[in-house]
Each structure stands twice: as structure tokens, then as C-alpha cells.
């Protein structure tokens, strides 16, 4: 009989062991081994219940897995039917649908929790303690969601709460440093000297994934291509490029949309002054072009990214990219014209999808071809990197506005340890023109306007980040794959750019909570016990009931909201001189003494 073939991640063996895994271990050598598959003197999974279920459930994507092991044991979307996300950063006001909202969001997390535990884990939860990766502003709500499932339905016997920027700062080996997480709701940066988060530095922006998701779908309505699919299979089809259509909107599903965001989009280099460089044609001369129009007279992109699909205006979508005009480029939206300054310098190359057609198209002849123009997937990023505004400001400029908030002497350190995390800065790219961006938000203004007050000299330009000039030098992100170190860079800055372990960056949080759990350091750990000791009243007690303000109260006990707690009150003051003691006289004394 042949010998039974082994799995790849197994030991080379010829034959069928004479006894269990664990037993010739045991007699080969004196170490006890976890599995077979991991040469560590600890147990792991497979035959212990000592490590840890490491839990990073973002709004769109979750990652689950052990502690002690290097990479998740599976990566799903939280929705896996509509890749949606399970929350967003706004909320009912009516307290009713505010509840049907919070009941809704308890059954599908319940749906994944035990997901995780039955189908990607096999492992009984009832012998696992739980590490959940969370975000600093995550709300209350939903934190208590989690620890209702858990404690109540699978009965775990703790959870650990810990900040994602803390654990991906431990995950590359350091306790200092600034953390940027571009996710899917928003992008966070956040401030951690010595392992301790300084959440009242914290600083957000809502661009991120999902505005980057919405104004690429945008973008492929207005100057995107669609072929249907063709009318027969018997007779002779005209050409794609003749039966080229605007795009529908029922084929842009969300899982379409962020396939093409995952695989074909990636962030190119800076434009050098986009504003001024001249929209001309081969067969005009550059004196007369006309200059990009400004975006005052029209929506900007950024502002454009917010509108959805039915909020797209007739006027864009009539013009592509490329057309003629009678009237030139002057009288042309601000996007057209970015759009053909775009395609004008652009050298990616367009890409074909073949796409599900919509249902009065579904003749059994085929799929439809989608056409994403190749500038649209270098510069649809560009929506991350544009700034300016006080409540949305670009990636760049909330690292720096980070930098304006911790101390003056933590300003250095900080700067030239960057590290990015996140889903969203995976595109191809992303890392080094944020590095970039930086050196862009932080360089002296431009030479002052010319003023319109006749008489009057203009008004001086507002220099937001003058007193950061200075770290220019001292600025180097951790995991740069391509470290811009120049001559003018200082010691540490060259030190430190690119020096991280070559984890995803999407990863580096659960690997830091990987890295905990195995170190016992999940941080704040909750008991099932003193879940249930805290909310026994409620079920018990049939004197008085428990108000919401009551109950919100015991939940702030509990569970640790990182918003509420005390800002710091820096060095305690220095002790009160004692006055100096006057010569009395006998008499004197005396009298205080009676």
C-alpha cells in the first residue's frame, strides 16, 4: 500500500505515524510544540485554549484570528451580500428608528460574531478570551452591541478593548510614534509617546475609503464608457467603439465599484501646479490656451465626491473627455477641464471589464464592457490629498495638524515616526506621495495676490503651518516602501524611513493584537462576571426600574470610552515658598501664645 501523502505545510513524511502528533513530539524531543505547522515551544489553537481570539471588526472588513500567529486566519467582508458597512458616522435622531437601527446592527454583528467563532475559527467560545481591535472615536453604542453579543449570546470569558493605533505601533516594534489610519468612514491621526495614546491630540478627516469609493463611482458616470452587450450572436455586430453609451447606473454596484477600487486604481505623483498649467491642444500654440478655469465658478472635486449617483448633473455627463467645443476650453466646467488636463498627462492605460448589463439589456448574448479611462485610475485618489478646508482636510494636513497639538519637545520624534495603517493606504502609491503631500502642506505660501482694493496693499497670505518648518528635515514615515532620504535629511529621519517589517497595512493593528494576546498586554479587560454583576439589577430588581440615563452610566463604567476621558493636567506645581519668619520680642510672643 502507498504511503499517505502529507499536507504541504507538514513535516516530509513516508508513512502513516504509528501514533498522535502530540505522543511523537513528546517522545522525539523534550519541547512540547504547539502544532505542526509552528516550530514555537508554546501551545497554539490547535490543541491548547490559552491564546486569544484576536477580533479587528472594522465598519467594512473584519480580520480574525488567533493570538501568537502572524497573519489573520481569515479576512470577510461585514457585509458579505452588499459590501456595505454595518455603521456610519451618523445617526437616527428619533429615538425609534434609532432603536430599530441599534436592533438591526445587533443581529448582524450576533450573524458574524458566531461566523467567526463556527465557521472561520472552529473554536468553542466559551473557552476564549477576546481581544477586539477598535477604533478611538468608536461610539458607545456599538462597543456595547459587541459586549451584549459576546457575554450574553456566546458567553465569552473576557474582553479586551484596545486602540488599533496603539496595536499598530506595536506591531512594527515601537511604543512612540504618530499613527495615521486611513479607513473606510474616516482617516484618524493619533499621537502615542512611551505606549500611552494621546486621544486629546487626536485629529480626523472624513476622507478616506468611502469618499474615495463615492467619487470614483461618480467619476465613471460622468466619463466612463459602456458597451452593451451585443443585440444577436447571428449576425454581424457594428464595432465597440460605435455602440460606446454613458454608463448606467445599475451596473456600478458596490462590489463592482470597489473591485475596480482594488484593482485597477493606484495614486500617481503630484501634478506640479495643476492650476496653472495650460490646457492646450497639439495644434495650438501655448499662448493660446486658456488657463484651467477656477473652481469657484463651478462644484469642485472634492465637493463633487459628496453628491450621489442621482445628484449627477446633466451638463458633465453630455461633454467626455476628449470632445470638441465650440465655445474652447474656457467656457468648460472645472471638471471637464480637469478631466482633460488629467487625460492630457496621464500615462496609464484604459482598462475593459466585462459587467453584468442591466436586466432590459439581458438578452442571453453576453456581457457588457465597461471602460474605465486610465486617468480616472491615477488620479481618482486625488480626493484624498485635496485640503483647504477647516472640517475636511486632506491626509496630509491632519498629521500636521496633529504635529501643532502634542508638545514642542515630542514634535521631532514624532515627525520622523510616522506610521500609515489602513485599508485605504494600500493603493499602490499611496505611502510616498502622502510623504510628499507633507513637504507640500508644510513649504512657504506663494507670492501674494494681487489686490483688488485699488490703493491698498493685499492682505498677507495665512501661513497655517509656519512653526513646523522647521521638521521638514526630521519627517519619515515607517513603512515608505521607497524612503525619500535626501542630503538635507537628519540623522533619525534617515534611521527610520522604511525600517518597518514589511506588514500590510491594513494588517499591522491585528498583528499588534496578535502580539499583545501572546504577551498577555491585551489591555483593559472585561470579565463575563463583572458584565453580569453590573447588569443583574436589571433583570432582578422589579421595584425600581432602570433608567437609560442609568444604564448609559453603567456602560461608561464598563467599558472604556477614550473620548471622555480627563485631558491631561501636565506637571504638578511647584510647592509655595515658606514666608520668612520675623524677629518678635518676648513680649510678642507671649501675647500669640495666650
Known amino acids: 500500500m502507498s504511503a499517505l501523502t502529507t499536507t504541504p505545510r507538514g513535516k516530509t513524511a513516508s508513512t502513516t505515524p504509528s501514533a498522535t502528533p502530540t505522543t511523537t513530539r513528546i517522545a522525539g524531543s523534550h519541547i512540547l510544540q504547539a502544532s505542526p505547522h509552528y516550530t514555537t515551544t508554546r501551545r497554539h489553537s490547535l490543541y491548547g485554549t490559552e491564546d486569544r481570539v484576536v477580533v479587528d471588526p472594522g465598519s467594512r472588513i473584519w480580520k480574525v484570528g488567533f493570538s501568537g500567529e502572524g497573519r489573520p486566519r481569515d479576512v470577510f467582508y461585514s457585509d458579505p451580500v452588499n459590501a456595505e458597512p454595518l ?28 461566523s467567526v467563532f463556527h465557521e472561520s475559527l472552529l473554536t468553542d467560545p466559551k473557552s476564549r478570551k477576546v481581544i477586539l481591535v477598535e477604533h478611538p472615536l468608536l461610539p458607545l453604542h456599538i ?16 474582553i479586551s478593548f484596545a486602540p488599533s493605533h496603539l496595536l499598530s505601533l506595536l506591531s512594527v516594534g515601537r511604543i512612540t510614534g504618530l499613527v495615521i489610519d486611513c479607513g473606510h468612514l474616516e482617516t484618524a491621526a493619533l499621537p502615542i509617546f512611551a505606549a500611552r495614546p494621546l486621544f486629546p491630540h487626536l485629529r480626523t478627516t472624513p476622507l478616506a475609503g468611502s469618499r474615495f469609493t463615492s467619487h470614483l463611482r461618480a467619476l465613471l458616470l460622468l466619463f466612463g464608457k459602456y458597451a452593451p452587450p451585443p443585440t444577436s450572436l447571428t449576425v454581424v455586430n457594428p464595432p465597440l467603439a460605435s455602440r460606446l453609451t454613458r454608463v448606467p447606473q445599475e451596473i456600478l454596484t458596490a462590489s463592482l465599484v470597489e473591485d475596480i477600487k482594488t484593482r485597477c486604481c493606484f495614486v500617481s505623483s503630484v501634478l506640479e501646479a495643476r492650476h496653472d498649467i495650460r490646457l492646450s491642444s497639439p495644434t495650438t500654440s501655448v499662448s493660446e490656451a486658456d488657463v484651467l478655469p477656477e473652481s469657484d465658478a463651478a462644484v469642485s472635486e472634492s465637493e463633487f465626491s459628496r453628491a450621489s449617483a ?26 471637464q477641464a480637469l478631466a482633460n488636463l488629467y487625460t492630457r498627462y496621464s500615462s496609464a492605460t484604459d482598462v475593459q471589464l466585462r459587467v453584468v448589463p442591466p436586466t432590459s439589456q439581458q438578452m442571453g448574448t453576453g456581457r457588457g464592457t465597461l471602460i474605465v479611462p486610465g486617468w480616472i485610475r491615477e488620479r481618482a485618489a486625488e480626493v484624498l490629498f485635496e485640503g483647504g478646508d477647516v472640517d475636511e482636510g486632506s491626509v496630509a494636513e491632519v498629521i500636521l495638524d ?115 494576546g501572546a504577551l498577555k498586554t491585551g489591555g483593559m479587560e472585561i470579565t463575563r462576571e463583572k ?52 524677629a518678635t520680642s518676648p513680649h510678642t510672643q507671649a501675647i500669640a501664645r495666650a
Request: hydrophobic content about 40%; cysteine-free.
Open 143 to 158: 462597543k456595547e452591541i459587541f459586549a451584549r453579543v459576546l457575554f450574553g449570546n456566546l458567553q465569552v470569558p473576557s
Open 87 to 114: 455603521w456610519g458616522l451618523s445617526r437616527a435622531s428619533d429615538a425609534a428608528t434609532r432603536a430599530e437601527q441599534d436592533r438591526l446592527l445587533e443581529i448582524n454583528i450576533e450573524r458574524r460574531m458566531r
Open 310 to 335: 442621482s445628484d449627477v448633473p446633466e451638463s458633465f455627463v453630455s461633454s467626455q473627455p476628449g470632445a470638441s467645443s465650440d465655445s474652447g476650453a474656457g467656457s468648460e466646467s472645472y471638471l
Open 531 to 582: 458584565w453580569d454583576e453590573a447588569f443583574s439589577s436589571q433583570n432582578d430588581d422589579d421595584e425600581a426600574a432602570i433608567t437609560a440615563a442609568d444604564s448609559e452610566q453603567l456602560l461608561k463604567d464598563i467599558i472604556p470610552d477614550w473620548t471622555k476621558i480627563p485631558l491631561p493636567v501636565g506637571a504638578l506645581s511647584a510647592p509655595a515658598a515658606p514666608k520668612p519668619m520675623l
Open 402 to 516: 496633529a504635529l501643532l497639538k502634542v508638545p514642542i519637545d515630542l514634535r521631532t520624534t514624532m515627525a520622523s515616526s510616522i506610521l500609515v495603517t489602513g485599508g485605504t493606504a494600500m493603493l499602490p502609491g499611496f505611502i510616498p506621495r502622502l510623504h510628499v503631500e507633507l513637504l507640500r502642506a508644510i513649504a512657504p505660501p506663494g507670492p501674494p495676490r494681487q489686490s483688488s482694493r485699488h490703493g491698498r496693499p493685499a492682505p498677507p497670505l495665512y501661513d497655517r503651518y509656519a512653526e513646523l518648518r522647521p521638521l521638514i528635515p526630521h519627517f519619515a514615515i515607517l513603512n515608505n516602501p521607497v524612503p525619500q532620504v535626501s542630503t538635507s535629511s537628519s540623522t533619525r529621519a534617515t534611521a527610520n524611513a522604511g525600517k518597518a517589517p514589511a506588514y500590510s497595512p491594513a494588517l499591522m493593528a491585528w498583528v499588534g493584537g496578535s502580539l499583545a
